[in-house]
């Protein structure tokens, strides 16, 4: 028996039973047992008689109580003797530790532990005596698993041997069997707990199989430090990968007589079938005919490999009975090597290439993987890495793997992978396994995982076969990532200097003044806030004036292009849970500055806009005003206003208030209007306005997308195109009137709501009064018709209208009055009534009226009876009900616990029905204990405490006067999808400085959730109320994409790394958590997917876009815990939806196309307007007429400037109504042209008056041509002449004029000859060197 088969034979596992295996693959959960030792007396001393040398040993087995099979390997402890301590009962010390991992979640699987003696008789044979076991349990009743120690006296130990479990009389409960006896005074001391380091090296360490932290395995690194324990922090070896190629298989005598054979044995096999359950079967011959044996590191320097081929009965890999070999007795040694066939390849490692690592490196790697072998011991784990392992699974999926590839983790993979015909043919090598590995961990970078078998049970359960079924691979996106660039906190703010304080106070802007009419206290924005709310809540100036002022905006140059300026721009932003705001348009004017010299951008002052299109003559600069007062706030929200001035930031986008372009967004902190005591405060701030573009996406080859760390995201610049100045001031006023502070509401740091916090009860009321929270126990008579729309719907139309036409009457005066009227009216009526018949006909008209009324009265009656029911059990219903309020942001889970009492001195099952599904009950225990940590509730959790009644309403048992503690969850991911069109708003608002601007609330609702416990026949056995109240979310970054129309939206957008993230966890257990994301919109698709550790985790979107201009938004929540108890980010998306067009053209070269123009049903005067007007013209330029249901042409001109990819966007604006009519996306692919000759010269950098320069071009045709000149640098070159006309052959001086720069460098200048079609002829490239 050769050396591998010898440690093949010794490390031989019983799978688990057929049918467990058959059940899903789970999760596999990792374990940790210590072995501490062992007290009593565990044997009989007449049974050690004519024994010597006793000593104690611990041996565990995975047992399955449901089918009653012992499976994986019995792990044996090391031998100790029992001590004998004065004053103690013996003991015997291990201090051992058990490592292993299991899928097999399920309450019947155990541990059993046995205690052994082991002893040596007289004849010297050693001898093992059993002398009780302990039953250990994994898991609970919901299969979840156990994390306690066993203290106290320790683990039970019971009589007999563990063998004696495959009895059928021992039905689970076990420790309940009248069979099971315990020792007395006896008992194991020993801790389970789970391990979660022990995953990372699933790939390594086989499921269902104890290993002693002292056993060694490949792949691992020895353990560091004091402590010799190998699996408490695992590390993981280097890996190397070897490359296989030339593959060549060789069968005796040939494959055509190979297969002759073959076939003969398969017809023989069908008539065997039936009369020997041992027969070889069709899966055996088809999955494993031969397989061999290699060490790859053995023949290392080697570069060809022939191996001998094995067969017949002996063990090998995949545990199934192969193909006979032919008889070898006759043979020599040389001919046994080849009659079976071989096996030849060839092998390298390229390290230099392949691996990027040095020749030093892997011989390190190598030496590493030796060390290894070298220091082995009797144990599975300390076997050789090139020696092959296997179980005895019954598996049928071919060859079977090394110790390495033993267990396939199903937490990365989740499908088996694609089986071909030629897979069983494969040497089962540890490199292999090894690359395999490799690709697993990768897991998204393109590599297709196939070649090898698949031990997870969800192959085995598949009904159709292998060939049918079809294998995800792994996920990789097809468009290009885009970087985020972490969180868009807010833009940088300078300081301004005097000279500009100087300019703005002279600019005549309005001046902020508190309620003393003194200026408000200007603070600095570089200062520090200290945020104290108990110093905010304590400020007798209830009342806070938020005003915010945009008072200049300056733009900043562009390297390398023309800026031109706006004439008019406007705001979008929204402030707390006011309504979104569109300002109206302001226009730029120039600020008149004595020092013309200053390096500074010039500014220009915002001025608003009458309705005639004039300037208005008032102050400049807009002012908005928000009045946030204890009658806006509702109960217990100011501290989460002031919480959100203390956190939040402002987001402002700025937009051309001509062409509806967006010019960039700003953002600012909103810490500063923090009063803080002061009577009033503000800060001016001047913020970068920042424009994020993004390339358009290229197309990626698939070689480059298959190839691991080769997808490279595309470019996210973010360019500063200005500056604004804003001003943002918070001035307290006092109170109108004093409302009396609710501090009896439950705060939403309450997390415990109680039926004895008074806030249930009734306080008195009527039975068509519903609102009686804060009622008095007395009530004023009212008319049903009043206080009933149903009953009034009822009643004859006489009485509606009497009471309509009576109704402001009696609202305006009183009863004395009335009757006064009515007799006055009465006295003239008798004083008129002269005929006869008019008086019969009032008699008539009263007769008939009565008889109206005793109907009326009859019907009230009638409904009073039919509504009694109802309208005292809704009074019932009050008395026991709970008031509870929660302040909930989208995203955040707000967990609080309900203490449900019975009442009565009988049993209940209470059953729990929610009317809202956004408030749940929290059934998993795990998930109950992460949100009291967070919560820091100190509550008791119970284990399985909820039953799921029809899989929906969790039901639980409460004994006699019990009170347990419900746990709920609020958490809301939906917002309503907001659809705009851009523009600024028709309706000027107007700057006067009152506070009661048109900013109202938004429709941030308020939500009422009825929750109700009912025992047997739906009695009401108490009811809870939330009323949650939404408040404002933060938003830590701002996308805004632009896409074709009514088309699919699918982004990538990379996270940055965790640990960059604001707010982002320190300190995580494990390594890199997972992400996890939801959406606003549930018809957006957005998911995120783990790609490996040390890999990068992206977001992926799927939207649907609507019709060109609309625009779409939602938010993105970015999650670190599987509980989604708290965001970490939440991001907004702005989806602009446009028309498309693709352009591909040459820098330099002008590109023409027609867009075509359709009317709408009014006539409108339009004008064009583009993103890049030095790139791309227009065709009308100025303003035209669109005829209604009109079709026209509009004619662009595309020329840039610079190679690649870029998005250039077109507007048609309604230059009257400021609305955008249509709008295009340009998608530029542009190339460079052919440069025909290259210039080199060098100038001063210190600036001056430029410098001149001259090149000659001759005209290469024979007739008269005329020529354009262009450059793609405009601002560094101008031509002293843009066209010229030659004759055939006629030379031409071209001047140029170089423009001065303070910067030094190299510049490359491309200088373009057109022809009169504006087509390119010849392209110069001019190096400057700047000096």
């Not at 200290?530 to 938020?546: G, V």
């Not at 005292?872 to 929660?886: D, W």
């Not at 088309?1047 to 982002?1064: E, N």
């Not at 958590?1073 to 995120?1088: A, G, K």
Request: glycine share 6%.
């Amino acid at each position: 028996m050769s050396e591998w088969e010898r440690v093949f034979v010794q490390n031989l596992t019983v799978p688990p039973h057929s049918q467990r295996r058959r059940q899903i693959r789970r999760e596999s959960t990792a374990f940790q047992c210590v072995l501490k030792y062992i007290e009593g007396t565990l044997i009989k001393q007449r049974a050690l008689e004519g024994l010597a040398g006793v000593e104690y040993q611990l041996r565990m087995t995975l047992f399955d109580i449901t089918y009653r099979h012992f499976f994986g390997r019995t792990w044996k402890s090391s031998t100790r003797p029992l001590k004998a301590i004065p004053g103690q009962p013996p003991r015997a010390s291990f201090n051992e530790t058990v490592y292993f991992h299991t899928s097999l979640n399920h309450p019947g699987i155990i541990i059993i532990v046995e205690v052994v003696a082991t002893a040596r008789k007289q004849d010297g044979t050693h001898q093992d005596l059993s002398c009780g076991f302990g039953i250990m349990h994994l898991f609970n009743a919901k299969s979840e698993p156990i994390d306690v120690a066993v203290k106290g006296k320790g683990l039970k130990l019971y009589h007999g041997t563990p063998r004696a479990l495959l009895h059928p009389l021992l039905q689970d409960p076990i420790e309940k069997n009248k069979y099971m006896t315990v020792m007395e005074n006896s008992h194991l001391q020993c801790t389970l707990k789970l391990h979660p380091p022990l995953e990372a090296v699933y790939h390594l360490f086989p499921e269902n199989l104890l290993m002693s932290g002292l056993q060694r395995i490949p792949g691992l690194l020895p353990a560091q430090g004091d402590t010799n324990d190998l699996f408490w922090k695992p590390q993981l070896m280097k890996s190397v990968t070897w490359y296989l190629d030339k593959l060549c298989i060789h069968l005796y005598p040939s494959l055509e007589k190979f297969e002759e054979e073959l076939l003969d044995s398969l017809n023989n096999n069908h008539s065997l079938k039936a009369l020997s359950t041992t027969s070889l079967n069709k899966a055996a011959y088809m999955h494993s005919i031969r397989w061999a044996v290699w060490n790859p590191l053995l023949d290392s320097d080697s570069s060809k490999v022939i191996l001998p081929l094995h067969g017949s009965t002996l063990h090998n890999p995949a545990h199934v009975l192969v193909y006979k070999t032919p008889p070898t007795s006759m043979s020599s040694e040389e001919v046994k090597q080849i009659e079976s066939g071989t096996i030849q390849f060839c092998v390298s490692t390229n390290s230099e290439e392949h691996l990027g690592a040095s020749p030093n490196t892997l011989s390190h790697v190598r030496e590493e993987l030796f060390c290894s072998k070298k220091q082995s011991t009797p144990s599975l784990r300390s076997t050789p890495s090139p020696q092959i392992m296997a179980s005895t699974q019954a598996s049928t999926q071919g060859p079977g793997l090394s110790i390495s590839q033993l267990s396939v983790s199903p937490h990365h993979v989740t499908k088996p992978p694609l089986q071909r015909p030629s897979d069983s043919l494969l040497p089962p090598s540890p490199g292999r396994g090894r690359r395999r590995r490799a690709q697993e961990q990768v897991h998204g970078s393109g590599s297709i995982t196939h070649l090898e078998a698949d031990l997870s049970c969800g192959s085995l359960v598949q009904e159709s076969p292998a060939s049918d079924q079809l294998q995800e691979l792994p996920f990789m996106p097809v468009h290009v990532p885009i970087v985020a660039m972490g969180a868009q906190a807010s833009s940088s703010s300078t300081v301004l200097t005097r000279a500009s304080l100087a300019r703005l106070h002279a600019a005549g802007f309005p001046e902020i003044l508190d309620c003393n009419k003194e200026p408000a206290e200007v603070l600095d924005p570089a200062a520090p806030v200290n945020f104290d709310p108990q110093r905010e809540e304590a400020d007798f100036l209830q009342s806070n004036e938020i005003v915010l002022q945009f008072l200049t905006f300056s733009r900043t140059p562009q390297a390398g292009t023309e800026v031109t300026w706006p004439k008019t721009v406007y705001f979008t932003f929204q402030f707390y849970r006011f309504s979104q705001v569109t300002t109206p348009r302001l226009q730029l004017v120039k600020m008149d500055l004595a020092d013309s010299t200053s390096s500074a951008p010039s500014s220009h002052i915002l001025v608003p806009i009458n309705k005639e299109g004039m300037l208005d003559s008032g102050t400049p600069g807009l002012q908005l005003k928000y009045l946030v007062d204890p009658a806006f706030l509702k109960a217990g929200e100011r501290r989460w206003f002031l919480r959100y001035l203390a956190d939040h930031t402002l987001q402002i986008d700025i937009w051309d208030g001509d062409s509806l372009l967006l010019i960039g967004s700003a953002a600012v902190r909103l810490k500063h209007l923090l009063r803080q005591g002061r009577t009033a405060v503000q800060v001016h701030h001047e913020l970068e306005v920042i424009s994020t573009e993004y390339e358009q996406d290229t197309t990626v080859m698939s070689g480059d997308v298959l190839r691991h760390g080769s997808v490279k995201p595309i470019g996210v610049h973010a360019v500063v195109k200005g500056r604004l100045h804003l001003c943002l001031a918070n001035v307290g006023h006092l109170c109108e009137q004093r409302l009396k502070q609710l501090n009896s509401l439950p705060p939403p740091r309450s997390r415990i709501v109680s039926s004895h916090d008074g806030t249930r009860g009734f306080h008195g009321g009527s039975l068509f009064s519903f609102s009686t929270c804060g009622a008095k126990n007395v009530s004023q008579a009212q008319k049903l018709a009043d206080v009933d729309s149903e009953l009034a719907a009822m009643l004859f139309s006489r009485l509606r209208e009497v009471s309509i036409a009576f109704q402001h009457t009696t609202r305006e005066a009183s009863a004395i009055r009335r009757r006064k009227l009515e007799r006055m009216v009465l006295v003239r009526q008798l004083e008129s009534q002269e005929d006869l018949s008019r008086r019969q006909a009032a008699l008539m008209g009263q007769h008939e009226q009565r008889i109206q009324h005793s109907r009326d009265l009859q019907i009230i009656d009638a409904y009073r009876e039919r509504i009694k029911a109802e309208s005292i059990s809704n009074m019932l219903n009050q008395a026991i009900t709970t008031k509870y309020v929660l302040y909930a942001t989208l995203g955040t889970a707000e967990f609080f616990e309900f203490a449900l009492k019975n009442p009565y001195s009988v049993q209940h099952t209470v059953t729990i029905e929610i009317d809202h599904p956004e408030l749940s009950v929290i059934v998993d225990t795990r998930e109950w204990r992460h949100f009291k940590e967070l919560t820091k509730t100190v509550t008791p959790i119970e284990e399985d405490m909820f039953h799921l009644h029809d899989n929906i309403r969790p039901q639980v048992y409460l004994r006699p006067k019990e009170t347990v503690h419900i746990p709920f969850k609020y958490q809301t991911f939906l917002i309503d999808p907001v659809v705009m069109m851009q523009g600024p708003p028709e309706v000027k608002f107007s700057k006067d400085t009152d506070a009661t601007t048109p900013w109202t609330s938004n429709a941030m609702l308020t939500k009422h959730i009825k929750v109700s416990f009912t025992v047997n026949g739906g009695k009401p056995l108490t009811i809870l109320s939330v009323t949650v109240e939404p408040q404002p979310h933060v938003v830590d970054h701002t996308f805004r994409f632009y896409h074709p129309e009514m088309t699919f939206f699918k982004k990538s957008l990379r996270l940055p790394p965790w640990h960059t993230i604001p707010g982002a966890p320190a300190g995580v257990p494990g390594g890199e958590p997972e992400m996890y994301v939801r959406c606003s919109d549930p018809n957006i698709i957005c998911e995120t997917k783990k790609m490996g550790p040390g890999e990068p985790q992206d977001v992926f979107l799927k939207v649907a876009g609507g019709p060109s201009p609309q625009i779409k938004t939602f938010f993105v929540a970015i999650y670190t815990d599987a509980w989604l108890a708290t965001p970490l980010q939440i991001w907004k998306f702005y989806l602009h939806s446009l028309q498309r067009v693709d352009v591909s053209c040459v820098t330099g070269q002008l590109t023409r196309l027609s867009l075509v123009l359709r009317g709408t049903q009014a006539i409108r005067k339009v004008k064009a307007y583009t993103s890049h007007m030095q790139e791309l013209k227009v065709d009308p330029e100025g303003i035209f007429i669109l005829p209604p249901h009109g079709v026209q042409d509009l004619h662009i001109g595309v020329r840039p400037q610079k190679t690649g990819s870029k998005f250039i966007y077109l507007n048609l604006v309604d230059v009257e109504y400021h609305q955008l009519v249509s709008s295009w996306l340009v998608c530029v692919s542009c190339r460079q042209p052919l440069i025909s000759k290259a210039f080199e010269i060098t100038l001063p950098a210190s600036g001056g008056k430029g410098s001149n320069k001259r090149i000659t071009y001759t005209n290469p045709y024979p007739s008269r041509r005329m020529y354009f000149l262009h450059t793609n640098r405009p601002d560094l070159l101008q031509f002293k002449e843009d066209s010229f006309e030659l004759r055939g052959g006629e030379v031409y001086t071209i001047g140029l004029r170089f423009a001065p720069t303070q910067n030094t460098g190299e510049e490359e200048i491309l200088i373009y000859i057109n022809d009169h079609e504006d087509k390119n002829e010849e392209t110069f490239c001019v190096k400057v060197v700047y000096q």
